[in-house]
């Protein structure tokens, strides 16, 4: 079960905002977007009936039911979510103190594990070079598709870098990933670390 808490007064915004929306059986939905990761952001988006989620774990609240997207479960957790009346009108306030720290495991999805990889193994070393590397995608080939940034963009050293660092250490790792491609624009050399 879900370890949300969303206090009266945010349940009584949020379910005024819900009745504006002149839609029957509106609710939220609250989930985390790149989990795990330093730009993880937490959201709450509106519901409309049907595009719930079929594993999605549900809270019946004051009037309104809030979806809680799987794979955001572990990410949400402790989180609080708040209201805040004042003279401008008020403020919805958002809290999980886990969305930004990995929760892996060897059943989480692909996408989670790769960047907590590159996040706490592979970028850290990239820095010292004033570099990074994220990951843009998974193909259905199982394939990483990764895109380079900083002083990584065009740095000469980048296939060298990818093969026997970045797809050696997530493939090592992570056995069912067939390896990793490159979408990064190596021609800008503006940033490039020599």
Do not use: W
Not at 85 to 105: E, F, H, V, W
């Amino acid at each position: 079960m879900v370890n949300v808490a969303i206090t009266e007064p945010a349940q009584t915004y949020l379910l005024e905002l819900l009745a504006k929306q002149d839609s029957e059986g509106i609710a939220i939905r609250m989930f985390v977007a790149n989990p795990g990761t330093p730009q993880a952001e937490t959201c709450i988006a509106y519901c409309r009936p049907g595009e719930e989620q079929e594993d999605d774990e549900v809270m019946q609240l004051n009037g309104f039911k809030a979806y809680f997207e799987q794979r955001s479960v572990p990410f949400l957790e402790e989180a609080k979510v708040d209201y805040s009346a004042d003279r401008m009108g008020g403020q919805l306030t958002i809290r999980a103190p886990n969305s930004k720290m990995p929760k892996i495991s060897d059943d989480s999805p692909i996408e989670d594990r790769i960047n907590y990889l590159l996040y706490n193994e592979i970028n850290p070393g990239l820095a010292a070079h004033g570099g990074q590397v994220s990951l843009m995608e998974v193909t259905d080939d199982s394939y990483a598709v990764l895109q380079f940034g900083g002083g990584c963009q065009g740095c000469s050293a980048v296939d060298l870098t990818l093969k026997d660092g970045v797809e050696k250490t997530l493939t090592e790792k992570i056995p069912e990933l067939q390896g990793v491609r490159d979408i990064t624009d190596h021609s800008d050399r503006s940033q490039a670390y020599y």
